[in-house]
């Protein structure tokens, strides 16, 4: 990109603030940033080279370690992706199981997103107290697919493992605790006036932006984008009475508002779920067939979209994965930085925007 | 052994400084060395603390197998880190590139190629009760009598 | 002086640009303005970020749905879409190509006044 001022700050690769590398080159006039400049490439691992020409039982567990934060989402779109090119039903039981699984996903992702923005903006109590509720999270999920981070929970027609009543009693209990943690995690958030410091009106980015961008996610929400959910198309979600959350500020503090609220909307979601689970088994049949098709879904950051050939074998052929991060990384570097009156909101900013840089670079 | 010495051993074992860095994961273990942070696992009551910063690091976390942009920087950080030092690769990209090693990949594991690994913390992810134990039992294997096993 | 972490970035930029979707788009865009997609590879390679590099495809689709709705003239240049949307040119140089356009189309033929645009344009992006 062409140079307009000399001064060009880096942060990065290694940053103390960020859990992933990346090196963003601010051009500054004095505290203020004129532009910034993203610099990838330190996590790109050629994964969508490495899927082709592989059986779809090998690339549903590399679809998993595209992100390890939001690893249930991604089996879940290219399940339902090779769902959809074979025609495969799944049985009510497991749809309602996988949901349950994704919400919990989504639960740990938010806590670590707004984890990450705390401890950049060096509210480092109440940083370890999310983390702290984080681990309940995970402990439930481990409950239900067997382990914390990538599960390879779901399979084409089904899911692995039933929610055994014992357990389901358990999440419950263990949900309860989690909403009365987050609701007081959310008290302080919203009412501590160094926090509002630090957050209101810092890192704006306005809805012409924001949809010029293509931002997904809470990043989008927290811009008032409406109908900007995919959840809102899910069969099953539809059947929970699913409703987006919507705020119009558009600063780092809707951004993490957004995502306080969006936990609190994936425990009744879940608390639902097992109430009505219905009975039944847990995996159909089927064989995976030839075809092609785009299918998305939505992840704990935004809109994930899986677009997969396959052959008469259930080999990939071709498959494009784009993910959340692309637009929300794009978007937070070239709209939200920019006109940033410091370099200390800089890091803030890039972080409320809950960067995934593995997810970005595949 | 000399007094000093042993004021050394002291100091050092109670005092740990950790800095981790990415070489190119599905950060699966990035999430789970912070999770070492949590107030379940609380790292810092052993007197270890994560900085980030290799310049004040005793122990390097290395994660990941190596992306290109990674081939000649991670020789450099490795050099900023001051003496005595020690690299743990966490998880299976570090030791074998695990799914990432594969035809089409643009990766060139193991990270051995690169610096020095002086413990290995195979899983995908580890848990970060694993991560902890690591840490603990690698350090003092180095830091104790570091100077006296000078030659 | 040696630079610590500067590095040449061009390889890892093209890297991102033969995955499927993003081959496409280029593709599209080259049709779009005319011209030799080599010539608009190296181009973009050379302008974009790795971010903006990666962001293409969705920027291209959001371009097609929002950008230039109204104006005849400004559709046909894509004066919205390739600098707000796709930031080959800066909106002083897309905005003199525009007037100028505008004004020619009151002389000469429509088609041949957005021709003439569309070579200017060209011209811009490759300078």
């Known amino acids: 990109m062409k140079k307009t001022v000399d001064v060009s700050i880096p942060l990065g690769p290694m940053h103390p603030c960020w859990k992933e590398p990346v090196r963003i080159k601010c051009e500054t006039a004095g505290e203020r940033v004129l532009r910034a400049e993203v610099e990838l490439g330190y996590m790109k691992k050629g994964i969508e080279r490495i899927m082709r020409g592989r059986p779809w039982q090998e690339v549903m567990f590399l679809a998993e370690r595209v992100c390890g934060i939001c690893s249930v989402i991604h089996n879940m779109v290219f399940i339902e992706a090779m769902e959809e090119i074979s025609d495969i039903t799944v049985p009510p039981r497991a749809a309602y199981l996988r949901v349950i699984a994704n919400e919990l996903d989504r639960m740990a992702s938010h806590i670590l997103a707004n984890f990450s923005y705390c401890y950049t903006i060096e509210h480092e109590t109440l940083a370890m107290y999310l983390l702290n509720t984080r681990e309940t999270v995970l402990d439930n999920l481990e409950r239900l697919t067997g382990s914390r981070i990538n599960t390879a929970y779901m399979i084409p027609g089904g899911v692995r493992f039933d929610l055994l009543p014992e357990d389901a009693t358990a999440m419950l209990v263990d949900l309860m605790k989690v909403e009365e943690e987050m609701k007081r995690h959310t008290r302080i958030f919203e009412t501590g006036p160094l926090i509002a410091l630090r957050s209101k009106g810092i890192g704006y980015m306005s809805r012409e932006d924001a949809i010029r961008a293509h931002t997904v996610g809470p990043t989008a929400r927290a811009s008032g984008v409406e109908d900007c959910d995919l959840r809102l198309r899910h069969p099953t979600y539809r059947a929970l009475g699913f409703t987006q959350i919507t705020r119009t500020e558009g600063d780092n503090f809707a951004r993490v508002m957004v995502r306080f609220q969006e936990v609190f909307q994936s425990i009744d979601l879940i608390r639902k779920c097992i109430e009505t689970l219905p009975d039944g088994p847990i995996r159909g049949g089927g064989f995976c067939k030839a075809g092609e098709t785009s299918y998305a879904g939505e992840a704990p950051r935004g809109e994930l979209t899986y677009a997969i050939k396959t052959d008469d074998y259930g080999r990939v052929i071709d498959i494009a994965i784009r993910t959340p991060s692309v637009m929300n990384i794009e978007a937070c570097a070239h709209e939200m930085i920019k006109d940033a009156s410091s370099i200390a909101d800089v890091t803030s900013t890039f972080i409320s925007s809950d960067p995934c840089i593995a997810c970005n670079e595949r | ?151 | 002086m040696k630079y610590l972490y500067e590095k040449d970035l061009r390889q890892m930029k093209y890297n991102i640009l033969t995955s499927t979707r993003h081959d496409e788009t280029v593709h599209a865009i080259a049709e779009r303005l005319g011209m030799g997609e080599a010539k608009l590879r190296r181009t973009i390679l050379r302008r974009f970020d790795m971010s903006l590099l990666e962001n293409l495809e969705s920027r291209w689709q959001m371009g097609q749905e929002h950008a230039d709705n109204g104006d005849a003239v400004a559709e046909e240049l894509g004066c919205e879409l390739f600098t707000r949307f796709i930031p080959l040119l800066d909106t002083e140089t897309m905005q003199t190509i525009y007037s100028e356009t505008t004004a020619m189309t009151q002389e000469i033929p429509f088609e041949e006044a957005i021709a003439r645009g569309r070579e200017r344009i060209r011209e811009a992006v490759l300078s």
């Open chain 2, 1 to 151: 052994m000399s007094i000093l010495q042993k004021i050394k051993n002291t100091v050092r074992s109670r005092s740990i400084h950790v800095s981790y860095v990415d070489v190119g994961s599905c950060n699966g273990c990035d999430i789970e060395v912070l999770a070492c942070l949590a107030p379940r696992y609380d790292i810092e009551q052993y007197g270890i603390y994560v900085h980030n910063n290799p310049r004040e690091a005793d122990v390097l976390l290395v994660i990941g197998s190596v992306t290109p942009q990674w081939v000649d920087k991670l020789h450099d950080i490795w050099e900023k880190i001051p003496e005595p030092k020690v690299a743990v690769a966490i998880g299976n990209c570090p030791i074998s590139g695990c799914v990432y090693n594969r035809r089409g990949t643009l990766t060139s594991p193991p990270v051995e190629k690169y610096i020095p690994i002086a413990a290995q913390v195979p899983g995908c992810p580890p848990r970060p009760t694993e991560i902890l134990n690591a840490i603990l039992s690698v350090a003092p294997l180095i830091f104790k009598d570091y100077e006296e096993k000078q030659p």
